[in-house]
């Protein structure tokens, strides 16, 4: 349940695109730094965006590093208790994704990657037992209400609340940081689930958005797209109140900016036209539900 927050190129300064390259290569290499290699494979585009959001990156618009080499002066930049804490949580949330491809579809996959990953599991929950019981709980609450067959607002707002809980023990929120974590939260929840639609109708998987009368995502969006739409615009309900209270000085606020009011209605196009299914004009997920998508 990870991995949609990608940035555009279209969307991005050269600035910009230096800072979100930075934060990327930090997190990359805390996660080489501190569980090996092999973990490197696991990096998140989110997770990267969530370590913008911190802000803790000294130089954001030093030169790229490249993959290999100058692991000295990577050491000294990327290095510290944030950047640690940034490969610990996607270490974190690999780790329940895993344990959740094991319950539901009895992954062998899964599992091998849990036996071979499992000791780094340990090391990060050792490390951050705070962040390691906020995700565990977390999960525990949305596999509860998947299993009473709540609705995808609830569900998807247990996922924000999980992820502020995270953030937090990291430092201190301001108000907007909050608003922006649940904000994405929300969206990647919501998302998610419309991209596997099809994958779990077929293998008759939970998915909160499923209908019985609509096998692929193709019928949902034909029959459900005024529901679609009401739950897009609940997402998006605090977007205005987020906008206003941003700052815009950085390029990491920069970015964030950008993202939320440029990339994320670009993927949920993508997703909701994907598989031959109706178009949607990008930006149409701000326009009310009597407006033609």
């Known amino acids: 349940m990870f991995g949609y927050l990608s940035m555009h190129h279209r ?15 930090g997190t990359c290499f805390g996660l080489e730094h501190n569980y090996g290699q092999i973990c490197r494979l696991l990096l998140s585009n989110d997770v990267s965006l969530l370590g913008i959001l911190m802000k803790f990156h000294e130089d954001p618009l030093k030169e790229r590093f490249r993959c290999f080499g100058k692991c000295k002066e990577k050491h000294c930049i990327f290095h510290g208790g944030m950047w640690n804490q940034m490969a610990a949580i996607n270490l974190l949330l690999v780790n329940e994704k895993l344990k959740d491809d094991i319950n539901d579809e009895h992954s062998w996959k899964a599992s091998l990657g849990k036996m071979l990953l499992g000791n780094r599991m340990k090391k990060a929950e050792k490390q951050y037992p ?7 709980q977390g999960y525990v609450e949305m596999y509860k209400l998947e299993r009473a067959g709540s609705s995808v607002r609830l569900i998807e707002e247990c996922f924000a609340d999980m992820m502020v809980n995270t953030m937090a023990e990291c430092r201190e929120l301001e108000e907007w940081e909050i608003l922006y974590i649940r904000h994405i939260s929300r969206w990647i929840y919501y998302i998610d689930a419309l991209d596997d639609y099809e994958d779990d109708y077929r293998k008759k998987r939970f998915n909160s958005l499923k209908k019985e009368d609509a096998p692929t995502l193709y019928d949902y969006t034909k029959k459900y797209m005024k529901t679609i739409v009401e739950d897009l615009q609940y997402i998006y309900r605090d977007l205005d109140r987020i906008v206003s209270m941003m700052p815009d000085k950085t390029p990491e606020e920069q970015l964030l900016r950008t993202l939320i009011c440029n990339d994320i209605p670009l993927r949920t196009a993508k997703v909701l036209r994907g598989r031959s299914c109706i178009k949607i004009k990008t930006g149409s997920v701000w326009e009310g539900s009597d407006k033609k998508a």
């Open 130 to 136: 705070k962040m390691a019981e906020a995700i565990a």
């Open 11 to 25: 969307f991005q300064t050269f600035q910009m695109h230096r800072c979100y390259s930075n934060y990327y290569c």
